[in-house]
């Protein structure tokens, strides 16, 4: 069914210049992965969150009235008809594909200078609340590059069409805006013209990228438009809404759990755009240098982890792994432990593999089903 959003909604008085903001659905699951992705950011800094929910029970919104500094705002979920063989990657493992669109509620928030969006599914390591200097639209580019770019880079075309082939090109999970008045309802404009039109890839590449390849040569857009994106259609509107304009989130900002020892170890080193050197690579968006430091080590931080794929909750029973304890401490310090016993059972209880294990059967295993 084809619901239609509000084209503006209330706003609420703030003292804050910058918000948090998340979208939790149909889930109790959902929202203790919100809760605990809160107390984990507020081991460091406060800022307002935001939190757009749907068809969750009132016992979970008065689970997450009791976090400091939360707003709670109902929402008609954004949901539009997509074609889900054009994603067939996507078609069996996210049910939820046709209400993707509801995450563009942060564009409404116009009450705030800037608002970065995560998913509720991730979690805090380190203080990012540098994030907020940078300038907006930012987010996190997704290639199969498994480092990406520096913080603070311009994304050129090339760089951005490229992650949508092999990606998915701005992330869905991780990105900054500075909502203006119009945004949100030119976006679902956007998105209603999209679901008439996409018929097949190269149909919609030609109806979202209208002029955004001119600076490519013609073999590029000729290849562009012939390949068929990985990203889904929440990233690909995003991505196109700013296209050109994208100041680049490191993958520091946005780690799968399992590559996290890889990228401390320096495995997977930062790329800098065009092969600009540390004192200058942050000068090209005037931004400032954002891990303190041009030691490589500072450099190698991971600030926030993204379960982007098994979630902390789905072994409960077994051994998890090492990444999933994190979560569970968190939620240890939430203190309605009866609701999180409710959906969890006692997480006291709950066993972990060593890191050591965990590489182990990653390095055995799980490297040869990620590759395919």
């Given at each position: ?67 400091k500094n939360t707003i ?28 993707c669109f509801t995450k ?112 490519l040569s013609f073999q ?153």
């Open positions: 069914s084809q619901k239609a959003a509000k084209e503006e909604r209330p706003l609420f008085p703030t003292t804050s210049k910058h918000a948090i903001c998340q979208l939790i659905m149909n889930s109790d699951k959902y929202v203790l992965s919100s809760i605990a992705l809160i107390e984990s950011i507020q081991q460091f800094f406060n800022p307002d969150f935001v939190l757009f929910v749907n068809n969750i029970s009132e016992h979970a919104k008065n689970a997450l009235k009791k976090l709670i705002i109902d929402v008609e979920l954004i949901d539009y008809p997509v074609d889900a063989n054009i994603w067939p990657r996507f078609k069996n493992n996210y049910t939820w594909l046709s209400t563009f509620y942060t564009f409404s928030l116009t009450n705030y200078e800037k608002v970065l969006f995560l998913d509720s599914d991730m979690l805090c390591l380190q203080n990012f609340q540098q994030l907020f200097s940078l300038s907006t639209p930012a987010g996190c580019l997704v290639s199969k590059q498994k480092a990406g770019f520096q913080t603070g880079a311009i994304l050129g075309h090339y760089e951005t069409l490229e992650a949508l082939q092999s990606g998915y090109g701005i992330s869905g999970a991780c990105f900054m805006v500075s909502p203006q008045s119009d945004d949100f309802a030119r976006l679902l404009k956007r998105i209603q013209l999209r679901c008439e039109l996409v018929k097949n890839y190269k149909e919609d590449f030609k109806s979202m990228c209208d002029g955004v390849t001119a600076d590029e857009r000729q290849r562009f438009e012939r390949v068929t994106f990985n990203a889904g259609p929440d990233e690909q509107l995003l991505t196109y809404f700013y296209f050109g304009k994208w100041i680049n989130i490191s993958r520091q900002y946005c780690c799968v759990p399992w590559l996290v020892g890889k990228f401390q170890s320096g495995q997977f080193p930062i790329q800098y755009l065009n092969g600009i050197n540390k004192q200058q690579s942050y000068m090209i968006s005037d931004q400032l240098d954002f891990e303190g430091s041009y030691d490589e080590k500072q450099r190698r931080k991971i600030f926030l982890i993204h379960y982007v794929a098994e979630k902390p909750w789905e072994k409960i029973g077994q051994k998890m792994w090492p990444d999933c304890k994190l979560f569970f401490d968190q939620l240890a310090k939430f203190e309605d432990q009866e609701y999180v016993q409710e959906v969890f059972g006692d997480i006291s209880k709950f066993e972990y593999t060593s890191q050591q294990e965990a590489d182990f059967i990653w390095e055995n295993d799980y490297r040869r089903k990620f590759d395919k």
